[in-house]
C-alpha cells in the first residue's frame, strides 16, 4: 500500500456511490484516513471492513441541520483537524416545464444546497484547526473541494433545479475564497461533464463524452493535487461549453434549444 498520504485526513460526503465512493477508495489506497459521509450504510462498511484502520464511515442525512450537527460533533471528538475536505454530495431531478411543482426543486436544494451549507458548518472549523494543530511550515494549507457540474456553465433543458443549485454552491465556494483569502484554506471547484453513475442512469437522453467514475476520480485527484482553482473534464466538452459561452445570450438559447429539440 501507498502511505504518501498518511497521515493525511480526509472528509468525503456522498461516499457511498459514484464518484464519491471512488475517490474514498482511492484515498484510503493510498494511506490517508477517510470519514466518508452517506445517508447509505452499505457501501461505507465495505470500505471500513476494507480499511480499518483508516475508513471511519458515518451514516448522515446532511439535508437534515440535526443529523448533521450530530455527525459532525462525532467527527470533531475522532480528528484534531482535516486536510482536505470534498464536498460531493448531491442529487439530480429534471424539470417539467409544462407540470411545474416544488418536488424538483426541493429535493435537489435539499442535498445540493442546504446538504453543501450543513456540511461547512462543520467543516471549515476543522479545516481552520489544521494550521493551529500543526505549525509545520512545510505543511501544505488545509483544502476545501466543492463538486460542481458542466451544467452551471449554461442554461440547459430541464435543469433548472439542478443547474441553479450548481451555479449557487460555485457562487459560495468563490465568496468564500475572497473571504478567506488571508487564511490557509485553498478552495476548488469541481465541473465534471457526464460521468457513468447510478445517477446519471436514470438519463434519457445522450451523454456525450461520458466519462467512468475512475477516470472522473483521475481527473480531480490531479487537480486537487495541484490546488487549481477550477478543475473542469472532459476536454472536448469543456472546450464545447465554453465556447457556447462565449456567444451572445440569444445566440446561446437559440442554439441550446436546437439540440434540445434534435436529442428529443
Not at 475517490?23 to 447509505?40: D, I, K, N, T
Not at 473571504?179 to 445517477?199: C, Q
Not at 473542469?232 to 445566440?251: E, Y
Request: charged share 20%.
Amino acid at each position: 500500500m501507498n502511505t504518501s498520504l498518511a497521515p493525511y485526513t480526509v472528509l468525503i460526503t456522498g461516499a457511498s456511490s459514484g464518484i464519491g465512493y471512488e475517490l474514498a477508495l482511492r484515498y484510503l489506497e493510498q494511506g490517508a484516513r477517510v470519514f466518508a459521509l452517506a445517508r447509505s450504510e452499505d457501501r461505507l462498511e465495505q470500505l471500513a471492513k476494507q480499511f480499518p484502520q483508516q475508513c471511519l464511515p458515518v451514516k448522515v442525512d446532511l439535508s437534515d441541520a440535526g443529523d448533521s450537527q450530530r455527525a459532525g460533533e462525532w467527527i470533531d471528538e475522532q480528528t484534531q483537524y482535516l486536510d482536505l475536505a470534498i464536498l460531493n454530495a448531491g442529487t439530480c431531478e429534471y424539470v417539467d416545464v409544462n407540470n411545474l411543482s416544488h418536488e424538483p426543486f426541493d429535493k435537489v436544494m435539499a442535498i445540493n444546497w442546504q446538504g453543501t451549507i450543513n456540511s461547512l458548518l462543520f467543516c471549515l472549523p476543522l479545516l481552520r484547526k489544521k494550521k493551529l494543530q500543526d505549525n509545520s511550515v512545510q505543511t501544505a494549507p488545509a483544502q476545501l473541494v466543492g463538486v460542481s457540474s458542466m451544467a452551471s456553465i449554461l442554461p440547459m433543458p430541464r435543469s433548472q433545479a439542478y443547474g441553479a443549485s450548481k451555479v449557487a454552491m460555485e457562487y459560495l465556494f468563490n465568496s468564500l475564497r475572497v473571504d478567506l483569502a488571508n487564511e490557509p484554506i485553498d478552495i476548488t471547484i469541481i465541473r465534471p461533464g457526464f460521468v457513468k453513475t447510478p445517477l446519471t442512469d436514470r438519463n434519457d437522453f445522450p451523454m456525450p463524452f461520458a466519462q467512468t467514475t475512475a477516470e472522473a476520480a483521475d481527473s480531480i485527484m490531479k487537480g486537487i493535487n495541484k490546488r487549481h482553482w477550477l478543475v473542469q473534464f472532459p476536454w472536448p466538452l469543456v472546450w464545447l461549453m465554453n465556447s457556447i459561452a462565449c456567444l451572445p445570450l440569444r445566440a446561446q438559447v437559440w442554439l441550446l434549444q436546437k439540440i434540445s429539440r434534435t436529442s428529443h
